[in-house]
């Protein structure tokens, strides 16, 4: 049996169709470059409008493609807006962390600093303190 597309047309439909279809006939006050039945023939009307179906069923599949990739762009503007926002949330958490880096790194040159005076301070007491002779 054979397939049928949307664009075919059944044999009831053309019979009711075909008559309200307009006919050419050629025009006997204009004069004509080639002879009638002359050149190539015309395509049948029933071949046209089935042409015509197949356009508009491809149109429609363009359409609804174009649909899906509309709102898959908005999907993606969607998604991006997120990641810009995290993003941001990470570069915000790194820098937080990089000036407490440098505070903390701060401190600790500064523990440095006072355990050195510190150490030379007991070096000078215990100079001072074995001036004393004990008995």
């Known amino acids: 049996m054979k397939q049928e597309h949307s664009w075919e047309i059944s044999d009831a439909f053309w019979n009711a169709a075909e008559p309200l279809l307009p006919?050419?006939?050629r025009d006997s006050n204009r004069d004509y470059q080639r002879k009638p039945g002359g050149g190539r023939p015309p395509m049948s009307p029933r071949k046209v409008l089935e042409a015509m179906g197949q356009l508009n069923d491809a149109t429609r599949i363009v359409k609804s493609g174009s649909e899906e990739m509309l709102e898959g762009s908005r999907q993606v503007i969607q998604e991006s807006t997120h990641l810009k926002t995290a993003t941001q949330e990470i570069s915000n958490g790194m820098n937080e962390m990089a000036t407490s880096a440098d505070q903390i790194n701060a401190a600790v040159n500064r523990v440095n600093?006072?355990?050195g005076q510190n150490r030379e301070n007991i070096e000078l007491?215990?100079?001072e303190v074995s001036r004393f002779k004990v008995e």
């Open 23 to 25: 006919h050419r006939e």
């Open 113 to 115: 600093e006072i355990s």
């Open 125 to 127: 007491l215990v100079q």
